[in-house]
Nanobody, 126 residues
Framework: QVQLVESGGGLVQAGDSLRLSCAAS????????VGWFRQAPVKEREFVAQ????????FYGDSVKGRFTISRDVAKNTVYLQMDSLKPEDTAVYYC???????????????????WGQGTQVTVSS
C-alpha cells in the first residue's frame, strides 16, 4: 500500500507561484510513475504532469507546459509541482497519484493510477 499526502495549496493572485508537495509512504518506490492531476467543479479530472521515479523523466499536459515543473526528492520520498505564472483557470483541487508497474511513456488517464492522495485546493484570483 502507498499513502500520499498533498500540501502547499492556497489562495493566490494571477501571476503568482505555488509549490505543491506530495509525500509518499508505505512502500519502497522503484518502478513507479507519479502524476499530478487536477479537477475543477463540474469538470473531469485533468492530467497535469508526470515523473518517472527511477529516471526522473517528465511529461506535462498542454495547458501547463512552460509554466509548471514536476520534480522529485528521492531521499524524502516526495514529489513537487512548482506552479508559476498561475492563471484563474488553474483553480482546482490538485491530486497526486502513483502508477505501479510503470513501463515507460506518458500515462495521462487517471484510471492508469493505483493510489491517490486526498487533494489540495488551489485558487487563483484574477
Amino acid at each position: 500500500q502507498v499513502q500520499l499526502v498533498e500540501s502547499g495549496g492556497g489562495l493566490v493572485q494571477a501571476g503568482d507561484s505555488l509549490r505543491l508537495s506530495c509525500a509518499a509512504s508505505g512502500r519502497a518506490f522503484n518502478n513507479v510513475a507519479v502524476g499530478w492531476f487536477r479537477q475543477a467543479p463540474v469538470k473531469e479530472r485533468e492530467f497535469v504532469a508526470q515523473i518517472n521515479w527511477r529516471r526522473g523523466v517528465t511529461f506535462y499536459g498542454d495547458s501547463v507546459k512552460g509554466r509548471f515543473t514536476i520534480s522529485r526528492d528521492v531521499a524524502k520520498n516526495t514529489v513537487y509541482l512548482q506552479m508559476d505564472s498561475l492563471k484563474p483557470e488553474d483553480t482546482a483541487v490538485y491530486y497526486c497519484a502513483v502508477r505501479s508497474g510503470y513501463s515507460g511513456g506518458i500515462n495521462p488517464n487517471p484510471y492508469e493510477y493505483d493510489y491517490w492522495g486526498q487533494g489540495t485546493q488551489v485558487t487563483v484570483s484574477s
